[in-house]
């Protein structure tokens, strides 16, 4: 007998490959949502909770700073400018975990508004481009909100808040002077030039320390104010993060 070609000897050994099964009926359709919303929501779980992890974290140094900086009159107020640039990163970093999160959001959201929201109360007009976009979204995911934007809106969710009150804390401090009989004594100053000399930190002097927080809270105070123009779930008002 004549050996089998090498050639078709290998071709039997290679796995047989199937192509993948689509839902063909209404009711594999409908497992397919639901176990795929389901999916989705857990995916947008996870960076919810990655987001306020960091929230938490800001929490937590705002609070150490501000313990260290007010408990003792000695303690200086670069203390509260460190913390405020910890608060920043904290803030860049949960402005990029929040636009992960919103590509998620979106997609379990427009399955909400065009399918779910459709068996529970029906309206016209309703058509399925929504399972196109859906799809072309899964096959070529883009962020939807751009890193500015996260910031914004993280910004005036919580973090506006979390730099008023280390605001707060460094006037106090610099509007404060210790008596030079007694380290402990304090009373407030007199005049601009008392809190200038009071704001200087080490070589650097006071009026470019006040300079650089003026136009930091500055900058805070644009981003907070500014808003994403929207209509819906990004209008403000309306249910979102």
Known sequence: ??????????????????????????????????????AEIARMAGWRDRIDRTTNWAITVVAAMLSVSLSTPTAHHGVLLFAMVLVLLLLVIEARRYRFFDVY???????????????????????????????????????????????????????CWLFLILLVAWL???????????????RLIGTVGEWVRNSAIGPVPGWLVILAVTLFYGWILTTSLRRLKGEGELAFGNVHV
Do not use: C
């Open 1 to 38: 007998m004549r050996p089998k070609n090498i050639h078709s000897t290998v071709q039997d050994l290679r796995p047989t490959i199937t192509a993948p099964v689509f839902p063909s009926t209404s009711t594999e359709f409908i497992n397919v949502m639901a176990h795929y919303h389901r």
């Open 105 to 159: 959001r979106n997609r379990v959201r427009r399955m909400e508004r065009n399918y779910y929201a459709q068996i529970f109360a029906p309206e016209e007009g309703t058509t399925d481009d929504w399972i196109h976009k859906l799809g072309d979204d899964l096959r070529r995911p883009l962020f939807l909100t751009s890193h500015s934007q996260a910031i914004s809106r993280r910004m005036r969710r919580n973090y």
């Open 172 to 186: 106090v401090k610099t509007t404060f002077i210790r008596m030079q009989e007694s380290a402990v004594e304090t």
